[in-house]
């Protein structure tokens, strides 16, 4: 898959149409971002996010949910903060 559209810093639209919120610790990860990269959509087994955007040049992660769904908040506080 590859980015359709990025026109808030922390909305991604994917080719696939699918639309994903960029955790708010992985902004700078996504911005550097190129359009014809190569991106797979994993699932993420974590607390903060359902899935991971997986950069297929470099295999760097960046931390997502489904557009519209919210944050659980205690936990992006503790992962904000380093904990």
Excluded: Y
């Excluded at 359902?50 to 760097?60: E, K, T, Y």
């Amino acid at each position: 898959m590859k980015i359709r559209a990025h026109a808030e810093s922390h909305l991604v639209e994917l080719d696939d149409g699918s639309c994903w919120q960029i955790f708010a610790g992985d902004l700078a990860a996504t911005l550097s971002g190129k359009p014809e990269t190569e991106l797979d959509l994993e699932p993420s087994g974590d607390r903060i996010s359902s899935h991971v955007l997986v950069n297929g040049a470099d295999r760097s992660r960046v931390r997502v949910i489904a557009a519209g769904a919210n944050w659980p908040d205690g936990e992006v506080k503790k992962a904000l903060k380093g904990g």
